[in-house]
């Protein structure tokens, strides 16, 4: 596997043009919260296609390689958004696609990939990591994505950066959900290339926190890890390949709790008719919660692919089980 490093403005602005004709720009809308000391504005990247921002990467990663690479097939691993991104994109592109998947996934995730003609594939959450952080491979012919480390799904997550700075170029803080950590430094590449001063910080759920964690410790540390409904951010440890960049590029981490991103996936549909999942939602909860988010702050609110019978619990005033 190669190391990833930090794509650059000409990267970005390759992944924007091949991804144009498949995934519109998405909207940069205010939130009025009544702060006093920050104006709070959301990227919604649930009105992606597939309801989530991972088509973009995973659109880029297939459109910016040759035909040969792709001759088998294409292969991902994924808990959710990225399987389902890939196989929309296979799907358009005309690619044979699988995607591997622990069983404890999002049924409407596992669903979407289905609908759009994916094979899923379950493996235990243990080999699903193994194969996350390039310390095992599947034997497969398909060519297999990486969702964290491919430096295609970066530059295409970098697109969502470079359209928060043209909507808003006084941006003060951007806030991201953490998951392996590819949007993340994909969003602040293009953020700080462009708006030096601007902060970037990485959102936690407080039941999975390693970038908090290895932010403390000033190195990679393995957590303990406690069960919880949001499936996209958090894991045992940050990715080892991804986290030199990262840690270049973020300028701090925030961990919220269950009870904070449930709390704003309900005023998200209760002020803007918005729905998100856990993921999605923990970048307001992180604003509206952080001494750090002050001035313009942007939530990227990742997606909202969250299966019914958990949402209705969300909005009933509950908290989901894992």
């Given at each position: ?5 930090r794509?650059t403005?000409?990267e ?27 104006q ?18 995973a659109?880029n ?13 294409v292969?991902?691993?994924s ?6 991104g890939?196989a ?11 995607a ?9 995730k ?8 994916g094979?899923?594939r379950?493996i ?6 193994q194969?996350?952080?390039g310390a ?8 297999l ?5 491919d430096?295609?799904?970066?530059s ?6 470079v ?11 951007v ?6 950590g ?11 290339a462009?708006?030096?001063r601007?902060k970037?910080l990485a959102?936690?759920?407080e039941?999975?926190a ?7 410790a000033?190195r990679?540390?393995e957590?303990e ?6 499936k ?8 080892p390949?991804?986290?030199p960049?990262a ?6 981490a925030v ?17 803007a ?15 509206m ?10 939530c ?8 019914a019978?958990d949402?209705?619990?969300?909005l009933a005033?509950?908290?989901?089980k894992p």
């Amino acid at each position: 596997m190669n190391a990833p490093y930090r794509p650059t403005l000409d990267e970005i602005a390759a992944a924007r043009a091949r991804i144009a004709p498949y995934v519109p720009r998405t909207p940069l809308v205010r939130l009025d919260l009544g702060f006093p000391d920050r104006q709070i504005f959301l990227k919604l990247e649930t009105l992606s296609p597939i309801g989530a921002f991972k088509l973009r990467p995973a659109l880029n990663a297939l459109l910016s390689r040759d035909a040969d690479a792709l001759r088998n097939g294409v292969a991902t691993t994924s808990s959710g958004n990225m399987a389902y991104g890939m196989a929309w994109a296979a799907d358009k592109l005309g690619i044979p696609m699988a995607a591997y998947m622990y069983a404890g996934a999002p049924q409407t995730k596992i669903d979407g990939v289905r609908r759009r003609g994916g094979q899923v594939r379950f493996i235990s959450m243990e080999t699903w990591w193994q194969y996350i952080i390039g310390a095992d491979r599947p034997d497969f012919p398909e060519l297999l994505i990486n969702p964290v480390t491919d430096q295609a799904v970066l530059s295409g997550n970098g697109s969502i950066g470079v359209e928060i700075v043209e909507d808003l170029p006084e941006v003060d803080v951007v806030l991201t959900p953490y998951g392996g950590g590819s949007m993340t430094t994909g969003v602040a590449s293009a953020v700080k290339a462009l708006r030096p001063r601007a902060k970037v910080l990485a959102v936690e759920d407080e039941n999975a926190a390693p970038v908090t964690a290895g932010l403390a410790a000033g190195r990679i540390v393995e957590i303990e890890t406690r069960p919880s409904f949001i499936k996209s951010i958090g894991g045992p440890s940050l990715v080892p390949q991804l986290w030199p960049v990262a840690r270049e590029l973020i300028d701090g981490a925030v961990t919220v709790s269950l009870k904070q991103v449930t709390e704003a996936m309900r005023l998200l549909f209760a002020k803007a008719k918005i729905v998100a999942e856990g993921a999605g939602a923990a970048s307001l909860a992180a604003a509206m919660e952080s001494d750090d988010a002050k001035g313009n702050v942007v939530c990227v609110i990742s997606g909202g692919n969250i299966d019914a019978r958990d949402y209705s619990k969300v909005l009933a005033g509950g908290i989901p089980k894992p």
